[in-house]
C-alpha cells in the first residue's frame, strides 16, 4: 500500500535534547512538508522539500532542521533550541503537478 | 503573504441540524482551496477540494462547499450532521507553489 508513515505515534523527551522525527512515503512523490499543530493555531508549515538535496524555511523553521538525501525520506529534527517544542507534527507529500498534499498519521512528541 | 480565516473556532449543535462553517481567504491570485477534517484520535483526512469549474462542491459525507471569489470565500456546508461528525475542521489554501495555509481550525462537537 502507498503512503506516508510517520514514527513514532509518541515521543517524550527532556527538554535540552534533539529529537528526530520519521517521515517515509513510498508515493514517488517529489514534495515534502512538515507542519506543527496547535491547539486554536490550526497547522503551521515548519520546512518543506520540493526536491532531493534541497529544502526551504517555512513560516516557523526556527528551532528545527531538515534533511532531503533520499526522495522518500524527510526527517525533521527538533533541537534544544525550540522554544515550545511539544507539539503534534505532521508530515505531508505532494507529487509533481498534484495540488493536493497527502498526509501521514502525525508524531505527538512530549518535552518535560 | 496569504492567510485563511474560519469564523468560529467552536461550535456546539444538535443532530440533524445545519451546519455551515465559514471559511475566507487573503490571497489575489489563483488559489486551490480545501477542506480538511480530524476525527478525535485520527488522521486528517481531505473532505473536498476546488481547483476550478462549478463553485459548487461536494465532499465525502454529505459535506458540500461553495467557492464566491468576489468574497474570498469557501463555506462548508452539511444540510444535518450526525453525532460522527464531531471533529476540528480546517479550511486550506494553496498557492501556485503549493504551500498550504491553515485556519485556526473550528471544533464541532454534535450532541445527541
Redesign the interface.
Same mark, same amino acid.
Given at each position: 500500500d502507498g503512503g506516508i508513515t510517520q514514527s513514532p505515534k509518541y515521543l517524550f523527551r527532556k527538554e535540552g535534547q534533539n529529537v528526530t522525527l520519521s517521515c517515509e512515503q513510498n508515493l514517488n512523490h517529489d514534495?515534502m512538508?512538515w507542519?506543527r499543530q496547535d491547539p486554536? *493555531?490550526? %497547522?503551521? %508549515?515548519i520546512y518543506?522539500s520540493?526536491i532531493v538535496n534541497d529544502f526551504q524555511k517555512?513560516d516557523i523553521a526556527e528551532g528545527y532542521s531538515v534533511s532531503r538525501e533520499k526522495k522518500e525520506s524527510f526527517p525533521l529534527t527538533v533541537t534544544s533550541a525550540q522554544k515550545n517544542p511539544t507539539a503534534f507534527y %505532521?508530515c505531508?507529500s505532494?507529487g509533481t503537478g498534484d495540488?493536493? *498534499?497527502y498526509? !501521514?498519521? !502525525?508524531t505527538r512528541l512530549t518535552v518535560t | 503573504a496569504q492567510s485563511v480565516s474560519q469564523h468560529n473556532h467552536h461550535v456546539i449543535l444538535s443532530e440533524a441540524a445545519s451546519l455551515e462553517l465559514g471559511c475566507n481567504y487573503s490571497y489575489g491570485g489563483t488559489v486551490n482551496l480545501f477542506w480538511y477534517v480530524q476525527y478525535p484520535g485520527q488522521h486528517l483526512q481531505l473532505l473536498l477540494k476546488y481547483f476550478s469549474g462549478d463553485p459548487l462542491v461536494k465532499g465525502i459525507k454529505g459535506f458540500e462547499a461553495e467557492f464566491i471569489k468576489s468574497k474570498f470565500s469557501f463555506n462548508l456546508r452539511k444540510p444535518s450532521v450526525q453525532w460522527s461528525d464531531t471533529a476540528e475542521y480546517f479550511c486550506a489554501v494553496t498557492d501556485s507553489w503549493g504551500k498550504l495555509q491553515f485556519g485556526a481550525g473550528t471544533q464541532v462537537v454534535v450532541t445527541p
Open positions: 514534495a512538508y507542519y486554536g *493555531q490550526g %497547522l503551521r %508549515l518543506y520540493q517555512g %505532521l505531508a505532494r495540488r493536493e *498534499q498526509f !501521514g498519521p !502525525g | -
